[in-house]
């Protein structure tokens, strides 16, 4: 277990190196110059000059790297050019909205579309089914800015009932945790139909049946154990796509989290605050895929152990 | 490709097919020119009517006639941004599954970095040093969406390289690259059917939150995703110049997951690895 541990942990920080390499190659190119963003488009050749040696702009490609690399490793991502504040401390004060958010919209797209998936497989290939397959390539298929902007219209301007955006209370939380929910809710019940298929077609399940177990407890206590775990590593996994729907729905509502500061930067060409909200991400995403390895491991003794699955 | 042709299946064709009409006949088929302005009310949106069924928005311009012509630039950046995704995905993942070892761990430890960064917030990134142009964009998209594809048929390639046929031609004293393009390619296309299919809904959706965001196709061309954006002040007095255009790209990108999973439908086995 140790040694699988170390394998994942050395994986991940292999993954966050090639990332910010990544980044840095991206920032490196960007027709930007930070001296001028500072100081202005009028300064004089010595101003800007001494503004890049004081960034290091002037020194070789690859000790810039290593520069940001040792700052990074000790929490100090730069400062950020348009905002002349803390990278850092910009990204850990818009963390808890996006976290909270987050976490909500994963929460509900797996209590929604756990049941849905039960639903479909337990009604397989009679109408039942048919409708929620239906539902759920719908749901897949909603562009999320343009769910929220719809959500926003009829649930904050005509029904008055949410807040029209920004993060004010449980209750403006709502509308977010739909729009960036749903479409995730209807690929898990998809993947848990599938699952759950390949799990009634076992043996263990004619066992079950066999022994006399009813059709519903072997469905809930045999089929769902086994096809619903690989569904928990793919939300995991998913914590990357999770991210990219979590610009879109901040920007659309406001929400003071890290997404939209990726915007903001993105826009304003900041180049460290882009490199710094990139390489966060990145680091959530390891972190998550991380935990979820660690999870399943515990879970699946097959693949602690090494064996061939 | 075998079994049944199905519901799905034909509903997604039928789907992409109008899609691909509306595209190409836009000139016949709009009733107006989507960038002039044809409603007497300047300057304010226009409400649905008999002259202009979907509204007109503050500029005058009719909405119809703009995601009728909308659909060119989103099906061109769709369909081109998959073909980009498909040509790197899968030479990268026969590459990776063909040939194993040294190639196959490099590649796939790349493909783990890329699949680290979210897609958008990296598309948005390469964009923004780009800057906004139709080839730009969909090759970003292309850039950013290959992963998935990669793994998948890699673990198709892998599986067949040991196989016997394989190992039989290459007896015969086929070459790696005849090997790859004769033999393992060949068996791996249900997958890249599906793949392709799925592939493009999500191509669709990266544009549209591309132009939502600012960085998309620039003026005047019409982008369904900019409709969105342009119409985020008029919510409270227009809302109809936001829900028509995102209507179509909900068409567009669910005509394209019917096709895929309609296809998935048909041949479980090219199934099993696209939806992962």
Redesign the interface.
Known sequence: MLAFLLRRIV?GA???I??SL??FT?AF???ADPAVAMAGAKADPQTLAAIRHQLGLDLPLYLQYARYADRALHGDLGESYVRRESVTRLIVDRFPATAILALCAMAFSLGAGIPLGVFSAAWHDRAPDHLT?LLS??L???????LG??L??AGG?YLRSFPLGGYSGPLSLVLPTLTLGLGSAGYYA??LH?NLLDALGQDFVRTARGKGLSPARTLFKHALANAAIPLVT?AGLDF??L???V??TE?VFNWPGIGRL??EA??N?DIPL?MG??LF??LL??TA?LAVDLLYAWLDPRIRLGTPR | MNGRTNT?ELAGAAMVASLLAVAILAPHLAPHDPARAVASTFGDPGAPSAAFPLGTDELGRDVLSRIIFGARVSLTVGLAAMAVTMTIGVAIGLAAGFFGGAVDFLLM??T??M????????A???V??LRPSLLNILLVIGLVSWTQIARVVRAEALSMAQRDFVLAARALGASSPRLIVRHVFPNVTPTIVVMAALGT?GTL?LD??LS???LGVPPPTPSW?RM?EEA?IY??TA?WL??F??LA??YA??AF??LG?GFLRRNRRA?RGA??
Do not use: E, Q
């Open positions: 994986f292999v993954v966050l090639g990332t990544i980044t991206i190119v960007i027709p397959l390539l719908a897949v298929s909603l562009p999320v800015f343009w902007t719809m926003l219209i301007l998809r993947i599938t793919l990357a796509g991210l990219s729907g610009v879109l920007t990726a915007f993105i826009f060409l882009i909200t990139v991400s990145a995403i390891v895929n | 799905m430890r790349f783990d970095v699949l680290t960064l979210p897609a958008l917030l990296l948005m990134a390469f923004a040093v809904s959706l549209a939150g939502f965001l600012g995703g969105i985020s919510f409270r809302p936001a829900a255009p995102g790209i909900f990108v669910l997951n019917l999973y199934g939806l992962r």
